[in-house]
C-alpha cells in the first residue's frame, strides 16, 4: 500500500532507508531533521483522479503517499476532509480577489494537528508500541489524546503551566496521562523526549519524527483535490514549530508530481511578531539567536522552533513570503473571521487572516490574487483569546429601553 522509498536529511542531504533512522546521525537530533520521500512511479498509477472518487472521506484516501503499511486497519482516528470555504466578504474586507478558509477547526479534536496525531498513533500501532507521548502547548497533544482514544493506546503529555482550559479539559476528557511542567514549553518539550527513552513510548514530537509532517501533508494533498477545478494561487498558514506550513507544501507539491495540478501556489507563512524566529530565519538563513518575546496565540508561541529549516525551504521553493502580525492584529482577525465569514478561529488560527491583511498592506498580495487561509484551529479552544479579542457583551436591564438605545447605536454605526 505504501509507496515509501526513503528518508532524507534536510540539512546535509544525506539518504538513508526507510525506518533506520529518526533523526540523522552525522547532522544529530537538533539539525538533522528527515524529510520521507515517495515512489512516484508507483503513487502515480493509484492516485487518480477518478480512483480517488470512491475512497473514504478522509486523510486514508491518500494511502499510497502516507508512511503507514496497513491505513485501512481498525480502529483509525476519522480525519480529514475538511470544508474549504468561499469567503467574499472577508476578501473584500482585506482587499483580495478571492478568499477560501479551509476549516480544520472541524476536525475531530478541533485542530489541524488531528492529521499527524492520526498518523502518529497509525505508526505507533504497527510498531506495536502500547504508548504515545508528547509535548505541546495544546493542539498537538488533544489530537493525541484523541486519536490514542479511538485506537485504544495510551497517552502521556507534557504541557507546559500556561495552557489554555479548554485544551487541558479535551486532554482529560479524552483519558490521557497529563504532566503539567512547572517551566516553559521548551523544557517541557526536553522532559518528554527524556521519558519517551527512559519508558520506550512512541515520540509524537512532530519535529523530530519525520512522519508526523506526512500526516500534515494531507492537508495540503486534500486542499489540492478539493480545489483542483480552480486553485488558489497562495495559501497562508500560520507557523509555530514549521511542521504545518512544511506539510501543506509538501502536499501541495505532490500533487504537482501526481499530475493533478500544473502550478503550485506560493506559501505565506505568517509569526506572531512578538515571537517570529522561523520569519528572521527566511531572510537569515537561520533562527535569531536573541531571546524571543511573546504572542497571545499561544499555539505558535514557539520561541525555539525544531522544523524552521522545513518550513523556510517550502516557503522559498514555493516562491512565497512569510510576514509577521501584531497580537492586535491577530485579534481583529479573530472577529472578522468569525463575522465576514462565520468562522470562529482560535488566535493562532486568526494569525493567518492577518497575515493576508499585512501581505495586501506591504504588496505581496495583490487585488487580484486568490487566497486560501489554513484555519488551523476551532476558537472554542481557547475562550479566554477569544473574550479578549471579542470584547465584552451589552448588558442592559431587563428593559426595552435598554434594549432599544443599544439597537439605535449599532445600527448608526
Ligand atoms: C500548531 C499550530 C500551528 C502551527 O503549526 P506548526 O507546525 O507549529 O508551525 C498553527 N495553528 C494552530 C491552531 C496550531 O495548533
Known amino acids: 500500500m505504501s509507496c515509501v522509498s526513503h528518508l532524507v536529511c ?13 533523526t540523522c546521525p552525522s547532522c544529530g537530533p537538533q539539525e538533522g531533521i528527515l524529510d520521507v520521500r515517495y515512489d512516484f512511479r508507483v503513487a502515480e498509477t493509484m492516485l487518480r483522479r477518478h480512483a480517488l472518487e470512491s475512497r473514504p472521506r478522509s486523510l486514508w484516501r491518500y494511502g499510497e503517499l502516507l508512511p503507514v503499511e496497513h491505513p485501512e486497519r481498525p480502529p483509525v482516528p476519522d480525519v480529514g476532509w475538511t470544508p ?18 479551509k476549516d480544520e477547526g472541524r476536525s475531530a479534536s478541533n485542530s489541524f494537528k488531528d492529521r499527524a496525531s492520526a498518523v502518529a498513533v497509525a505508526r505507533a500501532v504497527e510498531e506495536r508500541r502500547s504508548a504515545l507521548a508528547c509535548a505541546s502547548t495544546g493542539n498537538a497533544a488533544t489530537s493525541l ?8 493506546v495510551r497517552a502521556y503529555i507534557f504541557v507546559p503551566r500556561e495552557v489554555p482550559e479548554g485544551k487541558l479539559a479535551q486532554l482529560l476528557a479524552y ?9 516553559t514549553y521548551d523544557q517541557a518539550y526536553s522532559l518528554c523526549t527524556q521519558a519517551c527513552e527512559a519508558f520506550d513510548w512512541y515520540n509524537r514530537n512532530c519535529a523530530v519524527n519525520p512522519y508526523l509532517v506526512e500526516g500534515k501533508k494531507t492537508g495540503g494533498l486534500e486542499l489540492a483535490e478539493q480545489t483542483v477545478d480552480d486553485p488558489p494561487n497562495w495559501v497562508a498558514c500560520s507557523v509555530g514549530d514549521g511542521c504545518s506550513i512544511a506539510g501543506v507544501a509538501k502536499g501541495l507539491a505532490e500533487m504537482k508530481m501526481l499530475g493533478f495540478t ?4 506560493r506559501m505565506l507563512g505568517v509569526q ?5 524566529p522561523v520569519a528572521y530565519a527566511f531572510t537569515r538563513g537561520r533562527p535569531s539567536v536573541k531571546a524571543e518575546g511573546t504572542t497571545y496565540a499561544d499555539s505558535i508561541n514557539v520561541p525555539v522552533p525544531r522544523n524552521w529549516r522545513k518550513a523556510v525551504i517550502a516557503v522559498q521553493e514555493s ?34 487572516i492577518a497575515g493576508v491583511a499585512t501581505a495586501r498592506q506591504r504588496g505581496i498580495l495583490d487585488e487580484r490574487d486568490d487566497v486560501v487561509a489554513m484555519i488551523t ?23 426595552l429601553a435598554d434594549v432599544a438605545a443599544v439597537v439605535e447605536r449599532e445600527e448608526a454605526a
Open 145 to 152: 489524546a484523541y486519536c490514542a482514544a479511538v485506537a485504544g
Open 175 to 183: 483519558g490521557a496521562t497529563v504532566f503539567r511542567v512547572g517551566g
Open 84 to 101: 474549504v470555504l468561499d469567503a467574499p466578504r472577508l476578501a473584500r474586507a482585506l482587499g483580495v480577489g478571492r478568499l477560501r478558509l
Open 377 to 399: 484551529g476551532n476558537g472554542l479552544k481557547d475562550v479566554p483569546g477569544a473574550l479578549r479579542a471579542l470584547g465584552q457583551p451589552h448588558d442592559v436591564r431587563p428593559e
Open 319 to 352: 516562491g512565497g513570503a512569510f510576514v509577521t502580525v501584531a497580537d492586535e492584529e491577530i485579534m481583529r482577525a479573530v472577529g472578522l473571521c468569525g463575522r465576514l465569514a462565520g468562522v470562529f478561529a482560535e488566535p493562532a488560527a486568526a494569525a493567518a
Open 272 to 276: 506572531a511578531a512578538g515571537v517570529a
Open 10 to 22: 534536510v540539512a546535509c542531504g544525506a539518504e538513508y532507508a526507510e525506518g533506520s533512522v529518526f
Open 262 to 265: 500544473s502550478r503550485i501556489p
